[in-house]
């Protein structure tokens, strides 16, 4: 537990169980060594924020992804339709 950062997201495989014993674990950690619980409640909104962020933007990312193939695919119909009217 020395070498471990303060906060760290875990992967969300992870039962909420797990996250929340893991997370209060790190807290504990962290009082027991003297670190306000303030700064390590800060830590801990820092890597949700930052995950939230980065969870947002990939959604995001995916839904545009989406987009653009159903327009490519709709394209690609429009273009099989005038084809086959020829």
């Known amino acids: ?18 996250i929340i014993e893991d997370y209060c674990d790190m807290i504990q950690y962290n009082l027991d060594h003297g670190i306000p619980l303030g700064e390590v409640l800060g830590y801990f909104f820092d890597d949700v924020y930052r995950w ?16 653009l193939e159903d327009i490519h695919l709709y394209e690609t119909d429009d273009e099989l339709l005038i084809d086959e009217e020829d």
């Not at 990312?61 to 987009?67: H, V």
């Open 52 to 67: 939230s962020s980065k969870q947002f933007l990939i959604d995001q990312a995916k839904a545009c992804l989406q987009g």
């Open 1 to 18: 537990m020395e070498d471990s950062p303060n906060v760290v997201i875990v992967p969300t495989q992870e039962s909420a169980e797990d």
